[in-house]
């Protein structure tokens, strides 16, 4: 049973037609916490009554991504093989005798759905679930992404491009990592008096300037930030992020979908001179693993991602919730 679940943009990318490899019609949603109502023959982890998290991204534990420690994909997840069908290849969803597929195998947009094993990790029984359903997706995937994919170090310089609420949750990374300097960077002024509250040291909009933002930010800062975050999913983000960094040492971060089939191009020379460009799912965090002592951090008030909750409201009324985050308001 789906106690509680995020809107993130990625869900409006499945609906937008942006997200690879989906069928339709789907049930999306990917950022949820519930309740275990049953489970099947040879389940040990989880069990009635328990309250859990789902993600979108499965971990095994057999296969070789996930028998590497430094790896987070497993071989199981949909950009290797779709999860709009669950492994044995059924739907469990259908709408007037209709096959609805699934979403990341999870769908959390459903009051009730049937997922694997491997998607779902047993979290502390205090959690309050309308508030940890976000560490399934958002916030452990920027918080992550700077402290887990980038490594941020203390003392560095950072810029965050796009402050949704995966950006925000980088900001919070990028801060608790020690960052010196966290420069955020969105067109919408609206998202600045958070970003300051959750650690950002300086806001800007590329609207206010007349060349790009990518040489803003290298006179700000000498010579580039140590570590940029692409958290929007455009190509023309992408490329500023990483033309945003050190030339040589500068590491980006690319955290946004890019819509499937964009392609981006690149000036070698970016690359040439030493910057690295990596990506990141889910923050690079094991999610079974991760995921469990991450809510018991949350229990420790060792960060707060309740502050990036703007909206809540009942399942009724999401396309209320899908409304508000087009419109910039969450
Ligand atoms: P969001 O839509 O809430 O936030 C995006 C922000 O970018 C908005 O504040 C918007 O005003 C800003 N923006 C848009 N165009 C801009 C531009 N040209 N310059 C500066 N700012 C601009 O999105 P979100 O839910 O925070 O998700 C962000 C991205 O991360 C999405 O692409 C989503 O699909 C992706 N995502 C990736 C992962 C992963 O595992 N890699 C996980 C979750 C989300
Ligand atoms: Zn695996």
């Known amino acids: 049973q789906i106690v509680a679940t995020g809107i993130c943009r990625t869900d409006d990318h499945v609906l937008e037609g942006g997200f690879p490899g989906i069928d339709f019609p789907v049930i999306p949603g990917h950022e949820g916490a519930g309740i275990v109502e049953s489970v099947g023959e040879g389940v040990t982890s989880v069990k009635p009554g328990d309250k859990v998290i789902l993600f979108g991204l499965p971990e095994c ?6 028998l590497n420690p430094d790896s987070n994909y497993c071989i199981k997840s ?13 739907s469990r969803f259908t709408c007037k005798g209709k096959q609805i597929h699934h979403f990341l195998w999870i769908s959390t947009f459903a009051e009730y759905t049937v997922v694997p094993e491997c998607v ?4 502390d029984a205090a959690a309050p679930l309308d508030k940890v359903c976000l560490l399934g997706c958002g916030f452990a995937t920027g918080y992550g992404a700077a402290i887990n994919t980038a490594k941020v170090k203390p003392g560095s310089s950072c ?17 608790a990592a020690g960052a010196a300097r966290i420069i955020a960077i969105d067109i919408n002024k609206d998202k600045f008096a958070k970003a300051k509250e959750l650690g950002a040291t300086e806001c800007i909009s590329p609207r206010d ?13 000498g010579h580039g930030v140590d570590y940029s975050f692409e958290v929007i999913g455009t190509a023309d983000t992408l490329i500023a992020a990483l033309a945003s960094c050190n030339k040589n040492t500068g590491v980006c971060v690319m955290v946004g979908v890019v819509p499937a089939g964009t392609m981006v191009p690149i000036d070698p020379l970016l690359l040439l001179s030493g910057r690295t460009c990596k990506g990141t799912l889910l923050g690079g965090w094991r999610m079974r693993d991760s995921i469990p002592k991450l809510v018991s951090s949350y ?11 703007t909206h809540t409201l009942p399942i009724a ?5 899908f409304e508000l985050l087009r419109a910039g308001k969450r």
């Open 61 to 66: 534990g057999e296969c070789s991504f996930c």
């Open 78 to 90: 949909h950009l290797s093989e779709s999860q709009c069908l669950l492994p044995d290849k059924t």
């Open 120 to 123: 779902v990790a047993k979290i």
């Open 159 to 175: 810029a965050v491009f796009g402050l949704g609420g995966v950006g925000l949750s980088v900001i919070m990374g990028c801060k």
């Open 209 to 221: 300037f007349k060349k790009p933002v990518q040489e803003v930010l290298t006179e700000m800062t």
């Open 299 to 309: 229990l420790e008030k060792k960060f707060n991602s309740d502050l990036l909750i």
């Open 317 to 321: 009324k999401i396309n209320e919730g």
